[in-house]
């Protein structure tokens, strides 16, 4: 299974940005994909994650009511619509999937993307 991001940029406080996963190859051995961010010096922290195959979302307390996860299994990608975004939220952005239930510890995650950059600035 390999996970590939895009979308991230510089925006400026209170704006939105999408951020997409596209999710290739053995995508039944998916149970759970998720986002999670990092920053320097910082532990790599949960975003949300998403059920591939369910509609059960979950956010960190930090994003409840700005960021937005789904899917779309026809085009096998996930999102993450970020709005009202802050200069905290400034971070790398890594998607990852696995076959866990698990869906805040990264550390059961095992196939993840490469990252996207998400800048904001006040």
């Known amino acids: 299974v390999q996970l590939v991001e895009s979308g991230g940029g510089s925006v400026q406080a209170g704006d939105s940005l999408k951020l997409s996963c596209e999710v290739s190859?053995?995508?039944?051995?998916?149970?759970?994909t998720g986002w999670f961010r990092q920053a320097p010096g910082k532990e790599r922290e949960f975003v949300a994650a998403?059920?591939?195959?369910?509609?059960?979302?979950w956010y960190g307390n930090s994003v409840k009511g700005r960021f937005t996860i789904s899917r779309d299994n026809s085009k096998n990608t996930m999102y993450l619509q970020m709005s009202d975004l802050r200069p905290e939220d400034t971070a790398g952005y890594y998607c990852?999937?696995?076959?866990?239930?698990?869906?805040?510890?990264?550390?059961?995650?095992?196939?993840w993307g490469q990252g996207t950059q998400v800048t904001v600035s006040s």
């Open positions: 190859g053995r995508t039944h051995s998916i149970y759970t």
């Open positions: 990852a999937g696995g076959v866990t239930l698990r869906y805040g510890d990264y550390r059961t995650y095992d196939r």
């Open positions: 998403i059920r591939w195959s369910g509609s059960n979302t």
